[in-house]
């Protein structure tokens, strides 16, 4: 069994994930286009999730570019979208592309780091929906899809951020990972197996890491693309009936770089 720092040096063979439908939340930016670009060179076709349709069209133009299987784009903004949104969403990906074999939950939202008791109702609510309301949603909606694959896995992006000041996000956090434990859970088994597991990468380059952590420098930072090794495995057949594991990496080095790197 591959060990944690294992992992994040995985290169899977050519065509690991052929003929796999997979949908990314949040596949825009930062991990979510990194693991993107590398599920599409692995032969997947991609679901593109976010809430803005130009930076999906770029996602889209670099996977065609790199002679990726033409992904599809879903614009979708988990604030505002309601359980008819998610359901239809899944509906749609049934007619378009007739399957889905896998789920990456990895859009999040961290709007300020606020002291406990000066949290605004309005600003806890939004942050719980795009959080983790919106990942069960979503979870919920495709369950009946991944249940028909052959080899079904769902990834969330986590972030133990249960400390001072992250509230919501905080709350929201350790909610997917009780939620993960317990889909987990439920799928264990012999007929209509579905792995489900939680990758914390630790800070990386991302846009929502130089938002909250102005003053921080960012170029002591890895590149998002240094984690792609994890969720490569994990959603494919190589990771087996391994279920239910919280994967934590702590400050990946600034020049951190996946073996699989063209």
Not at 63 to 85: F, K, R, T, W
Request: net charge negative.
């Amino acid at each position: 069994m591959l060990t944690d720092k294992e992992l994040l040096q995985y290169v899977p063979e050519e065509g690991y994930l052929k003929d796999r439908v997979i949908l990314v939340t949040g596949a825009a930016n930062g991990i979510g286009r990194a693991i993107s670009l590398a599920y599409a060179r692995y032969g997947a076709t991609i679901v593109l999730l976010g809430k803005t349709i130009k930076p999906l069209e770029n996602i889209y133009d670099e996977i065609i570019e790199a002679g990726g299987v033409e992904p599809a784009i879903y614009p979708l903004n988990m604030e505002g979208a309601n359980v008819h949104d998610y359901q239809e969403m899944a509906k749609t990906i049934e007619k378009e592309l007739g399957r889905l074999d896998g789920v990456v939950l990895n859009a999040g939202w961290l709007p300020a780091f606020v002291p406990f008791k000066e949290y605004e109702i309005e600003l806890y609510s939004k942050t719980m929906t795009v959080n983790l309301h919106a990942n069960f949603l979503i979870t919920q909606s495709c369950l009946p899809l991944l249940e028909k694959a052959k080899d079904a896995a769902i990834i969330s992006s986590s972030h133990v951020s249960n400390k001072a000041y992250n509230g919501a996000f905080g709350m929201a956090k350790a909610g997917m990972e009780a939620m993960m434990d317990i889909v987990a859970d439920e799928y264990d088994r012999d007929e209509g197996f579905i792995r489900v597991n939680s990758i914390d990468s630790g800070p990386l380059k991302t846009q929502m890491r130089r938002l909250n952590y102005p003053l921080e420098e960012i170029e002591t930072l890895a590149e998002p693309d240094a984690i792609v090794g994890p969720y490569l495995y994990f959603m494919g057949a190589d990771a087996g009936k391994r279920t239910a594991e919280h994967i934590k990496y702590d400050r990946l080095p600034a020049d951190a770089t996946w073996s699989g790197k063209e």
